[in-house]
């Protein structure tokens, strides 16, 4: 999926919402970080991993972030402008440009589910780590995001339109045992679910909506009336009191061995 600049903002708003800050909050607590460590972050969209990451470990650390959209690496350097060590470049997951274990910790969220050869991935990340380095991943169940749609049948078109991007729709079901055959040890798994029950600006599927109504007309069979109608569809379930969306993503932890 190509992110642009217009669903790189779009994408952006998505991460800000309260559901997001405490996803990260626990992604990032989950890399034990502390002044002065070395961060790698593949698939670092707009940037607030790093920039988080980035206060933890201070100018005495490091933090790299690789990702395939210019538009997303533009996003993030600006956004990390006055930490200049944190640093971005375009770059494939599974050839990283950096040597053996340069790297305490890495992070990647929402970006291997896009990656076709996972497992390459997953070895490139290992090899960039030092012995004992932390490793946290987290990607969406897509099989379980659903939505309360009067017209069901429309909601069902509109959802398996935004499916074709990915390459990987149910990454979780096998991520654990693929981070541990990459060579990582006490690999655990997380749940972090989004509910909402209400439609609004502060909720995260509100944005995602508009994410749908930006990109899938241009990317898809879908027509923009489509899915416009579609998104008032829910716009009409919240001011009914029905509005209902729900998504599952989980965080996968692990190690390097010593």
């Known amino acids: 999926m190509d992110f642009d600049e217009r669903a ?3 994408a952006e708003a998505i991460y800000r919402t309260r559901d997001m800050v405490e996803a990260r909050r626990r992604t990032i607590e989950a890399l034990r970080l502390t002044p002065g460590a070395r961060v790698l972050d593949v698939g670092s969209g707009p940037g607030l991993f790093a920039d988080e990451m980035a206060q933890v470990v201070g100018p005495a650390g490091m933090v ?3 990702d ?3 538009a997303m690496l533009e ?3 600006a956004r990390c402008a006055d930490k200049p060590w944190a640093e971005f470049q375009i770059a494939d997951a599974v050839s990283l440009p950096f040597g053996d ?3 305490d910790a890495c992070v990647s969220v929402q970006t291997l589910e896009f990656v076709a050869d996972v497992d390459a991935a997953l070895r490139e990340i290992h090899r960039t780590l030092k012995p004992g380095g932390r490793l946290a991943v987290s990607d969406a169940d897509w099989g379980s995001t659903t939505w309360h749609c009067k017209d069901a049948a429309r909601c069902e078109r509109v959802l398996a339109g935004w499916l074709e991007g990915f390459a990987h729709l149910r990454l979780p079901l096998t991520l654990k045992s693929r981070i541990e055959a990459a060579g990582f040890v006490d690999a655990a798994a997380h749940a ?3 509910l909402d029950t209400a439609y609004g600006p502060e909720r ?3 944005h995602f909506i508009r994410m749908f109504q930006g990109v899938l007309p241009e990317r898809t069979g879908l027509t923009q009336e489509e899915v416009d109608a579609w998104a008032e569809d829910l716009r009409e379930q919240g001011e009914a009191g029905a509005y209902f969306f729900a998504h599952n993503r989980y965080l996968f932890t692990a190690e390097k061995p010593r």
Request: no cysteine.
């Open 64 to 66: 790299r972030g690789v």
């Open 101 to 103: 274990g340069d790297f």
């Open 68 to 70: 395939l959209s210019e």
């Open 204 to 206: 995260f599927s509100f």
């Open 8 to 10: 790189s903002r779009r």
């Open 75 to 77: 996003i993030a350097r």
């Open 192 to 194: 972090i679910p989004v």
